[in-house]
């Protein structure tokens, strides 16, 4: 159930780590409106408190047949036990760049995943990302001074000469 | 009997002996009282020399104060006599001293000119003697100082060399350590040059190529 398409694309909205604890907030809200006492307050709940994205996608699941409860549920568990990437940029990523990054996130490393993006200038370019304990550092810097490293003993003859 | 007889001759004997010894003890009784009368007369004698001597000087002596006595009215009197000479005396005294003094002052000077002569003559044998000796003293002493100065000449320039050695392998070492120093600060200066400076042309479509870029090139090598 968990793996299916339907379920994977909750994770469009909750692409980082600032939309997965918005996401949870919602998925909150509609738990809380499932054991209200007042009748429609589910429905009242998705049409107006949660985001228009996140109210398809649930309406979407409903569609399918199951109960309002399971697929709060299932979406907060399916969330909750998607793993993290840290991320560094040496720029503050616009809206674009997050779709592209995530397109490929989701490609490469599989889903559920949930980017944690900070920001860096000093890196220059490129990226550091963690995932799984295992550090990488992809950065622009990096690389020029991998490159200043192999040329030092050149530069140090000619500066000999 | 014949012991007897040797009893007899010896008691004759010792008897002679005795004899003989008393007179000899007799004689020199007598000999010390001859001695010491003798030596009594001496002291008389002597006592009685003594006593004529003194009366011999006394009188002498009485004598020659009287003659001193008599000399010295005499020159008195002659004294007082020579203040009676005429000036002309005394002119022909001092004439005659003045001749016995030029006299003397020439023979002074002859004596004293020979002297110089005879001096002058040892010393200019001595100053060339001395002068060939200082001459060598000198030549010698120049050798040796040239000696001397060629030698501080070279332990100076050993010594100079060494120093230079010593400055320039220690600034060949300075500047070695400079320009490593210089190559690691230039290289940092560039490593944020280029960092800045790249950073600052890329635009959000250069950043997300390269990001992508990075990212692909990290998979393709199992990095991620």
């Known amino acids: 159930m968990l793996n299916d398409k339907t379920y994977s694309e909750a994770n469009g909205?909750?692409?980082?780590?600032?939309?997965?604890?918005?996401?949870?907030?919602?998925?909150?809200?509609?738990?809380?409106?499932?054991?209200?006492?007042?009748?429609?307050?589910?429905?009242?709940?998705?049409?107006?408190?949660v985001r228009l994205k996140t109210a398809n996608l649930i309406h979407k699941?409903?569609?399918?047949?199951?109960?309002?409860?399971t697929v709060v549920d299932n979406l907060r568990k399916f969330i909750?036990?998607?793993?993290t990437v840290k991320i560094t940029l040496a720029f503050e990523p616009r809206e674009e760049t997050l779709d592209k990054l995530f397109a490929w996130v989701i490609k490469n490393l599989g889903t559920p995943i949930i980017m944690d993006i900070s920001f860096d200038e000093s890196i220059v370019g490129g990226a550091i990302v963690v995932i799984d304990g295992k550090y990488r550092d992809l950065s622009l810097k990096k690389r020029i001074s991998e490159l200043f490293q192999n040329k030092e003993m050149t530069f140090n003859k000619l500066l000999a000469q | 009997m014949e012991g007897q007889t040797l009893i007899y001759a010896s008691v004759l004997l010792t008897s002679?002996?005795?004899?003989?010894?008393?007179?000899v003890a007799l004689s020199y009784k007598e000999l010390i009282k001859k001695y010491y009368l003798l030596r009594d007369?001496?002291?008389k004698i002597v006592a009685n020399e003594k006593a004529r001597q003194e009366e011999?000087?006394?009188?002498?002596?009485?004598?020659?104060?009287?003659?001193?006595?008599?000399?010295?009215?005499k020159a008195q009197e002659t004294i007082n006599e020579a203040g009676l000479y005429s000036e002309k005396s005394k002119q022909i005294f001092e004439l005659e001293v003045k001749k016995a003094s030029d006299t003397l002052i020439s023979n002074f000077q002859a004596v004293l000119e020979s002297a110089k002569t005879q001096t002058a003559s040892a010393y200019g044998d001595i100053s060339k003697e001395v002068r060939i000796e200082?001459?060598?003293?000198?030549?010698?002493?120049?050798?040796a100082m040239q000696q001397e100065i060629v030698r501080s000449q070279?332990?100076?320039?050993?010594?100079?060399?060494?120093q230079y050695k010593k400055i320039e392998e220690e600034t060949k070492a300075y500047k070695a350590e400079k320009l490593k120093r210089v190559d690691e600060e230039i290289l940092t200066l560039l490593k944020e040059v280029s960092n800045k400076a790249i950073g600052k042309v890329l635009n959000f479509e250069d950043h997300e190529d390269i990001l992508l870029e990075a990212l692909d090139n990290a998979k393709r090598q199992n990095l991620l």
Not at chain 1, 64 to 69: D, L, Q, V
Not at chain 2, 16 to 23: E, K, Q, V
């Open chain 2, 134 to 143: 200082i001459v060598k003293q000198i030549e010698t002493l120049r050798l």
């Open chain 2, 41 to 43: 007369e001496h002291e």
């Open chain 2, 154 to 162: 070279t332990e100076a320039k050993r010594v100079i060399d060494e």
């Open chain 1, 13 to 49: 909205l909750a692409r980082t780590r600032q939309e997965k604890n918005l996401f949870l907030d919602e998925l909150n809200l509609l738990s809380d409106a499932l054991y209200a006492s007042q009748p429609g307050a589910f429905e009242d709940a998705l049409n107006k408190q």
């Open chain 1, 80 to 83: 909750e036990t998607a793993k």
């Open chain 2, 56 to 73: 011999l000087i006394k009188k002498a002596k009485e004598e020659s104060d009287l003659i001193i006595q008599n000399a010295r009215q």
């Open chain 1, 61 to 69: 699941l409903l569609a399918g047949g199951e109960e309002g409860r």
């Open chain 2, 16 to 23: 002679i002996l005795g004899i003989i010894l008393g007179a």
